[in-house]
């Protein structure tokens, strides 16, 4: 790998649903801001989505507990969660240094890397 350089990282869009919100966490999200942010989004007719991959699992993961401890009921609605762990696809592309692109191609190596999505959904108890 000597004579390479990273390139573009593309990740499958297998992730997002988009009828709800999807908030996606990244290993440099503000626990506070992102429960903030879902409070205000959260309606009954509306789905939340935390979306983590790679490392960001834990912090997604972080996130929906204090979501949770900090949602207050109004009108009688409880909060509905469902997980869902799987595999998301990151393709990473390496591009030859300069010098060497006659005499080599792109390498675009795939990868799986584990995911979790949880789905809050605000309902009438």
Do not use: W
Not at 45 to 74: C, H, N, Q
């Amino acid at each position: 790998m000597d004579h390479y350089t990273k390139g573009p990282t593309t990740q499958s869009n297998d992730i997002v649903d988009e009828k709800a919100f999807n908030f996606c966490v990244k290993s440099g999200t503000k626990i506070k801001k992102a429960v903030d942010i879902l409070t205000s989004k959260l309606t009954d007719s509306r789905d939340v989505y935390i979306i983590g991959s790679g490392r960001s699992v834990t912090k997604a993961v972080s996130i929906a507990e204090i979501f949770k401890r900090t949602f207050s009921p109004k009108d009688g609605k409880v909060l509905e969660q469902h997980n869902e762990i799987f595999y998301s696809r990151v393709v990473e592309t390496y591009v030859p240094k300069e010098g060497e692109e006659d005499l080599l191609d792109n390498l675009n190596v795939e990868r799986k890397v584990p995911a979790m999505r949880i789905r809050f959904r605000a309902k009438l108890n």
